[in-house]
């Protein structure tokens, strides 16, 4: 039997300050897109030198850095993909994630930068992990319709790193292959543009009778939380564990590196220690993760291929418990500088989550604004001053609402 590995935790980074958030808050790597042919047109994405700062504060923190290069290309992409790609050798990422099988291979003939296959390339089993392996392949990123289950044997049989997706926004698509976005807004979402015409509403009814048949978000594919099969990932040898999300917030960033460092932590060193799994413990972990805008969550494909209880026919909207106010920018003494996003007042109550300490509430007794002029109230988008011994740098405040 193979010795117990534990999984890297890899978070989304749509730019350079989520992506030192994450590694504060226990990423061992984050994934990026350039300013092309990364699926994510509409994220603020990374410029060259950009990524070579990154790359350079990763090397310090001994975290990893991935460059998504997974849209599909065209013939006449090659050429500027060979150019962007000769400019990324240069800087040495750790990875770069593709799921055309032309980019791959210009990424092995032009690159030296270990290739990950993107879930976008659907590989769903030992075969397919094998021929990417085979043609030079360090990672496959499975497609989230396989179950931990399988991964268990494509990993036996390939023995090949294996990467899946733990939480965060789903696809009622096949891996991600739809142009329901292309025909509905001429937006291509094979490409990274897609409008997520899926949680648009429709009307089915009988064309016979006009009568409404059942719900109107038929498509509208709830979150992926994988807090329970995270005990199985780990005895699985499933090498990364990657959270979904380069186009969320710092508050979401933060807090799904937060919870899934410590998830991971805590269920293998139960393995390792043979010691029980607490279930309390579990969902004190999935209650964190529901603090944050989510459309309710599922298991998606993690425990069997994905049906109707992975679709939420009730709403498209997100839900949330608490509000995004801002990062903590300074400490000096016990006297703390954050910005804010929202309207505070004296005498609110925000929750901090911290790189260090477990979450905690506590009051706002004073507050002060970027005159340092004491005051009851702050605008949105200000810096503002309060006193607080517990907090420290770089946690992230929420306000809770209807508090
Ligand atoms: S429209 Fe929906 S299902 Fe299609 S690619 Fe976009 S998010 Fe995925």
């Not at 992506?19 to 994220?43: E, N």
């Not at 604004?369 to 009851?376: G, R, Y």
């Amino acid at each position: 039997m193979k010795e117990l590995k534990k999984p890297e935790l890899l978070c989304p980074a749509g730019n350079l300050e989520k992506a030192l958030l994450a590694f504060h808050f226990g990423a061992d790597a984050v994934y990026i897109g350039g300013t092309v042919f990364g699926l994510r047109k509409y994220a603020d994405n990374f410029s060259l030198p950009e990524i070579k700062t990154l790359i350079k504060h990763a090397r310090q923190l001994n975290k990893a850095v991935y460059v998504v290069l997974n849209a599909f290309a065209h013939n006449d992409d090659i050429q500027p993909i060979i150019d962007y790609l000769k400019e990324l050798d240069a800087l040495k990422p750790d990875a770069v994630i593709v799921s055309d099988l032309g980019v791959a291979t210009l990424v092995t003939n032009y690159t030296s930068i270990p290739l990950h296959v993107s879930t976008q390339a659907s590989v769903s089993n030992a075969w397919g992990s094998l021929f990417w392996k085979n043609h030079g392949a360090k990672r496959v990123i499975l497609a989230r319709e396989v179950s931990v289950e399988d991964c268990k044997t494509i990993f036996k049989d390939s023995d090949i790193e294996l990467e899946i997706f733990i939480h965060g926004a789903m696809c009622a698509s096949y891996s991600g292959k739809c142009v329901i976005s292309n025909y509905s807004a001429g937006r291509d979402s094979n490409r990274g543009g897609c409008v997520q015409s899926c949680r648009h509403k429709y009307n089915l009814s009988d064309p016979k009778t006009d009568e409404k048949l059942g719900s109107e978000h038929i498509m509208n594919a709830k979150d992926l939380m994988g807090i329970d099969q995270l005990p199985s990932m780990i005895k699985a040898g499933i090498a990364s564990l990657k959270i979904e999300g380069r186009m969320k917030s710092n508050l979401y960033v933060a807090n799904a590196a937060s919870v899934y460092r410590q998830a991971i932590d805590y269920c293998y060193s139960c393995m390792k220690d043979n010691t029980l799994i607490e279930q309390e413990k579990l969902n004190s972990f999935k209650d964190q993760l529901s603090w944050i805008s989510n459309r309710s969550f599922s298991s998606g494909g993690l425990d069997h291929r994905p049906f109707r209880d992975s679709i939420n026919y009730e709403f498209t909207h997100y839900q949330k418990k608490v509000d995004y106010v801002g990062c903590v920018r300074d400490k000096i003494g016990n006297s703390i500088f954050s910005e804010t996003k929202i309207n505070l007042n004296v005498g609110e109550t925000l929750l901090c989550i911290s790189p260090n300490n477990a979450p905690f509430s506590f009051k706002l007794e004073s507050l002060h604004n970027s005159l340092n002029e004491q005051v009851d109230k702050i605008n949105p988008n200000s810096i503002f001053r309060f006193d607080n011994q517990k907090i420290d740098q770089h946690s992230v405040l929420a306000k809770l609402i209807n508090n």
